[in-house]
């Protein structure tokens, strides 16, 4: 069966600090990989998405970047954290377009 | 913005009782719709989908039924459990690869 990880599920960070999250899928082959933000009380808002290795597309602008330097593993990062980069960050991963997608526990990121 | 929203915020219940949830979409073009379950601290959960060829569909105590004429979504639960307690999201593929969600609905059920 398939299995999403992610980690860390909590971080606090300071202002200006670098950010690498990192998830990754097991027991599938060339998942369609997802990072989304949410905020408290709010639903998922996605910010990257990835059909393939090495390609990422971007749906909002914003100080994040993402990466898949493999086929099942998805990365997250910034070099210079902003107080609005807080929020709960998840990854999910489906099969293709109007499948399911599975989604991991989240980073719960605080940024002081 | 967000195309797919939530009649209610929050839905109270009674242990036993069926479940309700509602979802209004806009684009007329949304071919797959898909529900969530979010417990406080993790990842939503996928519960049931559908596609825009079909207008109901069943799983194991819950239905989803879509009503393309005037756009609206529903998921019912049916005896409704406190383990049911939770957020409910609709979420909607519009044209791309990327889900847009509703803004969820939280389920309260009480003994």
Known sequence: SQTIHQWPATLVQPVGS???????????????????????????????????????????PQNLSASRPQD???????????????????????????QPQHFGDGTRLSIL | GESVGLHLPTLSVQEGDNSIINCAYS?????YFIWYKQESGKGPQFIIDIRSNMDKRQ??????????????????IAATQPGDSAVYFCAENQAGTALIFGKGTTLSVSS
């Not at chain 1, 950010?19 to 899928?25: D, I, M, N, P, R």
């Not at chain 1, 997802?34 to 808002?45: E, K, S």
């Not at chain 1, 099942?72 to 109007?98: H, P, V």
């Open chain 1, 18 to 60: 670098p950010l690498s999250l990192e998830c990754t899928v097991e027991g599938t082959s060339n998942p369609n990989l997802y990072w989304y933000r949410q905020a408290a009380g709010r639903g998922l808002q996605l910010l990257f998405y990835s059909v393939g290795i090495g390609q990422i597309s971007s749906e909002v």
């Open chain 1, 72 to 98: 099942r593993q998805f990365i997250l990062s910034s070099k210079k954290l902003l107080l609005s980069d807080s929020g709960f960050y998840l990854c999910a991963w489906s099969l293709g377009r109007n």
């Open chain 2, 27 to 31: 684009n007329s073009a949304s071919d």
């Open chain 2, 59 to 76: 799983g194991q105590r819950v239905t989803v039924l879509l009503n393309k004429t005037v756009k609206h979504l529903s998921l019912q």
